[in-house]
C-alpha cells in the first residue's frame, strides 16, 4: 500500500483548453501527499501532449487506443489505485487549495460504512475562456437511498472510499450507452445501497459550464435513457418495493415525479 492516502483520477477526452486548470489545481493543494492517475480516453486534439508533460512518479497517465467512454476510463483508473481514497476531478473543472486536505480528514472520521464524502460546488459559465461565477450549489444530508434517488443533482466533489468502489464492481457498461452518461449516478446508487454517504458544507469544487459539456441539450435524450435504466434496475435491488412515476422537465432532463409504492397483495 503506498504512504499516500489518496488518488486524484481524471478522466479526459479533448480538454486540451482546460485539462492544464485542472492539474495545476491538484499541483496546488495544502495536502501534499497524493498520487494522480490521468486517463486519456483517446483525445484527438492537444490533450495526451500536454498531460505526458505532467508524468512523474506521482503522475501517471494512460492513453486508451480508442474512445471507450468515462465509465471505461475510470474502470482502468481503478484497477491502478493503491491508496484507500480517490476523488474524481473531471477534465473541465478543478479543486480549491484545501480540498484534498479537508475531505480525508472528513473521512478519517467517519466509520468503515461510509463510503463517499461530498462537499459544495460553485458553477461557472465560460463563454470564450471568460469565467462567470453563477451560483454555489449547496448539496445536503440525504435521509436514506431513496432520498438520493430522487434528488436532481449530481454530488462534488466526490471522495471515494476505494474498498467499497470495489465492492459494488465500480463503474460499469451495462446502460443503454455503455458507460457514457450518468456513470456517476450509477456508482453512487450502488454505494448507497451498501453504505452511507458524509456532506461536508465547505465550497470545494469549481464546475466550469461551457459548450461542449456532454450535459449540453441535445444530449439529454441519452441522459434520459440512462437514468431510467439505473433507476428501474436499482429498485429492483433494492427490494423492488417502489416503481417509479418519471416525468421530463422543461429543460429537458428525466426526473423522478413519484415514487408509487407496489401492491403488496
Not at 60 to 88: C, E, H, W
Not at 202 to 226: I, M, W
Request: hydrophobic share 35%.
Amino acid at each position: 500500500m503506498a504512504k499516500e492516502k489518496v488518488t486524484v483520477v481524471i478522466p479526459v477526452y479533448n480538454r486540451q483548453h482546460y485539462i492544464e486548470t485542472t492539474i495545476a489545481s491538484v499541483l496546488k493543494q495544502t495536502l501534499k501527499d497524493w498520487k494522480m492517475i490521468i486517463v486519456d480516453d483517446a483525445s484527438t486534439d492537444k490533450t495526451p501532449d500536454i498531460i505526458e508533460k505532467y508524468k512523474s512518479k506521482k503522475i501517471k497517465t494512460v492513453r486508451l487506443s480508442k474512445n471507450k467512454g468515462t465509465a471505461v476510463a475510470l474502470q482502468t483508473a481503478l484497477d491502478m489505485i493503491d491508496t484507500p481514497y480517490f476523488v474524481v476531478v473531471d477534465s473541465d473543472d478543478w479543486i480549491e487549495p484545501k480540498a484534498l486536505e479537508i475531505l480525508l480528514n472528513e473521512m478519517e472520521k467517519q466509520p468503515i460504512k461510509t463510503s463517499l464524502i461530498y462537499a459544495n460546488t460553485i458553477v461557472w459559465t465560460d463563454f470564450g475562456g471568460k469565467l462567470n461565477k453563477v451560483v454555489v450549489e449547496k448539496h445536503r444530508s440525504f435521509q436514506d437511498k431513496y432520498d438520493f434517488l430522487r434528488y436532481g443533482s449530481m454530488v462534488y466533489p466526490r471522495f471515494f472510499r476505494t474498498e467499497t468502489v470495489r465492492r459494488v464492481n465500480g463503474f460499469e457498461t451495462d446502460d443503454p450507452h455503455q458507460g457514457r452518461y450518468e456513470q456517476d449516478r450509477y456508482l453512487l446508487l450502488k454505494l448507497i445501497g451498501i453504505s452511507q454517504f458524509h456532506w461536508v458544507d465547505a465550497d470545494l469544487y469549481n464546475c466550469r459550464s461551457h459548450g461542449s459539456n456532454s450535459t449540453q441539450p441535445k444530449n439529454r435524450k441519452y441522459f434520459a435513457e440512462v437514468k431510467r435504466y439505473i433507476f428501474t434496475k436499482m429498485l429492483k435491488q433494492w427490494g423492488d418495493e417502489y416503481e417509479a412515476e418519471f416525468a421530463i422537465a422543461s429543460d429537458g432532463w428525466l426526473y423522478i415525479k413519484k415514487l408509487k409504492k407496489r401492491d403488496q397483495g
